[in-house]
DNA sequence: CGTTATGCGGACTGTCGGTCCGCTTGAGGG
DNA sequence: CCCTCAAGCGGACCGACAGTCCGCATAACG
């Protein structure tokens, strides 16, 4: 990704501009009439540029979101802890809730692009399936009596744009994140974060 | 809803008739291609009569999904328990999601469409305002300690048309409702279905 | 059977995602 | 410094679709 080994100079210009130009419009107006069109004007380059970078608009609104998550999924990989691999389940969970609840409050519009343009072969997103993966492994580390593929898409599903909007009120804007991680916590048991229960 | 006070003849078969199209390019097709073109077509209306009755795409997959989901609706009213009211909200929560559940499992692919159309003021629906209070009432019930609105949110967030179609294998067609009425437990705490904790 | 307003149909419009192909231009070798 | 040529560009073009509109048909009722 970010620069191909050999990219000209005018192509790797047009590919920032077209990115910048999406989270222009993206930023202005509401997500929903970014289309490729406005995005091309914006960015003064031709329709036929955009498609050949991006492939399609999924894949524009993919590539800026890779763009955002790019530090936390390198954290996740080989970061330090809690982030990064060494610390305890729980610990990691908390600290990759953190993460990404912050990547999604910053970024609900384009979440909810993308939403819209990936229609439902979003299970399919590389980004996703890394999260997921992630997730799941976390969970079965915990408690592996419960499913925990379907508990990690659970949480990946409350990262929706529009829901995001709407349990943020001004003021507090980690208020998402807070409940996801206490929904998380609550899904591996009371022992919220807390010492081990009492019944050993 | 269902007969208008004064419905022309006419009125009402053409309102079936677009109903069943849609209901047939659902199963037919996937459901992307169900457009109102073709549903026009197939119910042998014309294009206007499809939008005068609905109003737009949404609500035409919206009275589908309505119609499917009236009986667990009053049901949940004033059926008699454990759906309808008189149970404990536990025995209520695993009834609902039983119910919801089954519904999903069979319009998966509606259910997709219909998220898509909706574009994400699906948080306004009538139907999903139903179903999240609903189980606000519930989760608070049982848990006044956690944020029950949220939770709401997160359990409704997991019907997804095109997730439900990922983990349902062959042969297994209530594992999904099953893997919901489990999270929604772990929410609730670790007795599962069994007698109060020993605690008390 | 006449009257009327309710409902019908499908041509029409504007927009969008995506394709295509002739032209431009960056980049490297002579 | 210029020549070559492929990588890259742009925007005309296409098909599909949601949604509108208005002249016409007909159900309902006395």
Same mark, same amino acid.
């Given at each position: 990704?970010?620069?191909?080994?050999?990219?000209?100079? $005018?192509?790797?210009?047009?590919?920032?501009?077209?990115?910048?130009?999406?989270?222009?419009?993206?930023?202005?107006?509401?997500?929903?009439?970014?289309?490729? $069109?406005?995005?091309?004007?914006?960015?003064?380059?031709?329709?036929?540029?955009?498609?050949?970078?991006?492939?399609?608009?999924?894949?524009?609104?993919?590539?800026?979101l890779e763009e955002r998550s790019r530090a936390l999924r390198e954290g996740i990989e080989s970061g330090p802890?809690?982030?990064? !691999?060494?610390a305890p389940a729980r610990e990691r969970l908390h600290a990759f809730l953190d993460g990404l609840g912050a990547?999604?409050?910053?970024?609900?519009?384009?979440?909810?692009?993308?939403?819209?343009?990936?229609?439902?072969?979003?299970?399919? $997103? /590389?980004?996703?399936?890394?999260?997921?993966?992630?997730?799941?492994?976390?969970?079965?580390?915990?408690?592996? $009596?419960?499913?925990?593929?379907?508990?990690a898409h659970a949480v990946l599903a409350v990262f929706d744009g529009e829901l995001i909007r709407r349990v943020?009120? /001004?003021?507090? !804007?980690?208020?998402?994140?807070?409940?996801?991680?206490?929904?998380?916590?609550?899904?591996?048991?009371?022992?919220?974060?807390?010492?081990? !229960?009492?019944?050993?």
């Amino acid at each position: 990704m970010g620069t191909q080994a050999t990219e000209r100079a $005018d192509a790797a210009r047009n590919r920032r501009a077209v990115l910048d130009a999406t989270e222009r419009l993206l930023a202005e107006g509401g997500g929903e009439h970014v289309s490729l $069109d406005r995005v091309a004007a914006l960015a003064g380059v031709g329709k036929g540029t955009v498609f050949r970078r991006f492939g399609n608009r999924a894949g524009l609104l993919r590539a800026l979101l890779e763009e955002r998550s790019r530090a936390l999924r390198e954290g996740i990989e080989s970061g330090p802890p809690p982030l990064g !691999p060494g610390a305890p389940a729980r610990e990691r969970l908390h600290a990759f809730l953190d993460g990404l609840g912050a990547i999604a409050e910053g970024n609900a519009v384009l979440l909810s692009a993308h939403e819209q343009a990936c229609a439902e072969d979003k299970y399919d $997103d /590389p980004s996703y399936r890394f999260w997921h993966r992630h997730l799941r492994a976390l969970f079965a580390e915990e408690r592996p $009596d419960l499913d925990a593929g379907f508990l990690a898409h659970a949480v990946l599903a409350v990262f929706d744009g529009e829901l995001i909007r709407r349990v943020t009120p /001004p003021g507090d !804007p980690r208020r998402f994140t807070r409940s996801v991680q206490r929904m998380a916590a609550a899904m591996l048991g009371q022992d919220d974060h807390r010492d081990p !229960p009492p019944g050993t």
